[in-house]
């Protein structure tokens, strides 16, 4: 390795995993290297493991501390960017986390934060699936439902950074909602995360549906969506439910900036065209025809990598 080359790392901070890699000045991803996030240490046990994990992950790509230029972070929740302040975190239970300012502290490195899901789509429209379309939405379906919204090149973050928190679009009627990790009722996030369809499978087995998910000790998104696949009759129905809210949602966003692409990416979007077909016929069911015409829904290339790749990026391209 050029010894005087700079590197960039960049951190995909998820509910149950904290993934690093490190990046060189052309956003190429070299190496990667993660561990548990364990929520259940809070704020600041969370940020130690970052320091931790980043550090294992330079010594490992074998390069020196000195040649990282800077460090992106991805977090889910409400984010304060100018600042570097997390307001807000649903699913890690977090409220007022001055992140930038610990992981300086504690990294002795400049330090950029943006949202989870807007760094994962950033990612993907500077070398995935959004690569050369201007227009473009993200989801990411993972233990929440994160969005990343382009139009015309830029990220749409809007006036105080909610923009594109996509699993918050309140679209299940009243009748049918459920409890958000966010304090609202409805949201898209409560039937389409991997949370969301776990828990609606448990409700199934509770209520005594005849269902083999009732054999399966813990339940994962997993096992729904190859249940369903499998043909058992509750889970087609969750994952019905899932790709219904989340076609009714790519409708909404359809007249509101008109992307070209929804792309699609997270752990529950790892069920491939079975979702996807799905998503596909809800979304031209709800959609306008103007609004819909030529655009199409595609699986995320980066994979788990797009965050990473992006929250690297936030020193380089943003
Ligand atoms: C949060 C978003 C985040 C998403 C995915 C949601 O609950 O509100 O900020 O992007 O989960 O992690």
Redesign the pocket.
Request: glycine fraction near 34%.
């Given at each position: 390795m050029n010894t005087k080359q700079s590197f960039y790392i960049g951190i995909d901070l998820?509910g149950t995993t904290i993934k690093t890699g490190i990046c060189d000045g052309d956003g190429e991803l070299l190496a990667v290297y993660e561990g548990p996030t364990e929520a259940d240490k809070r704020a600041e046990g969370v940020l130690q493991n970052i320091e931790l994990y980043v550090r294992e992950l330079v010594s490992r790509a074998g390069c020196s501390w000195e040649q990282i230029a800077g460090v992106g972070a991805g977090i889910?929740?409400?984010l304060d960017f100018q600042q570097g302040l997390v307001k807000a975190?649903?699913?890690l239970g977090w409220r007022n986390v001055a992140v930038k300012e610990i992981l300086e502290a504690r990294l002795g490195k400049t330090v950029k934060i943006d949202?989870?899901?807007n760094a994962a789509a950033l990612g993907e429209v500077w070398g995935g699936a959004g690569a050369g379309i201007s227009n473009v939405v993200c989801y990411?379906l993972?233990?929440?439902?994160?969005?990343g919204i382009i139009v015309k090149n830029s990220l749409c973050q809007g006036f105080n950074g909610m923009g594109g928190?996509i699993?918050?679009l309140n679209v299940v009627p009243d009748s049918e909602a459920i409890a958000c990790?966010?304090g609202k009722k409805g949201c898209l996030?409560t039937v389409a995360s991997a949370t969301g369809i776990i828990y609606m499978a448990k409700e199934a087995v509770i209520r005594g549906e005849q269902t083999s998910l009732a054999a399966i000790r813990e339940i994962t998104a997993k096992d729904v969506l190859d249940e369903a696949k499998a043909g058992d009759p509750a889970a087609v129905q969750i994952v019905d439910r899932a790709a219904k809210y989340l076609g009714k949602s790519m409708a909404l966003l359809s007249v509101v900036t008109n992307p070209q692409r929804f792309v699609v990416g997270g752990g529950v979007a790892k069920a491939g065209s079975y979702l996807l077909d799905q998503i596909d016929r809800y979304f031209r069911e709800y959609a306008l025809e103007n609004a819909r015409e030529n655009v199409d829904i595609v699986p995320a290339v980066l994979g788990n990598n797009a965050g990473v790749v992006g929250a690297a990026g936030l020193h380089l391209f943003g």
């Open positions: 998820g889910p929740g409400f975190s649903p699913n949202n989870d899901a990411t993972g233990t929440g439902v994160g969005g928190e699993g918050h990790g966010c996030e």
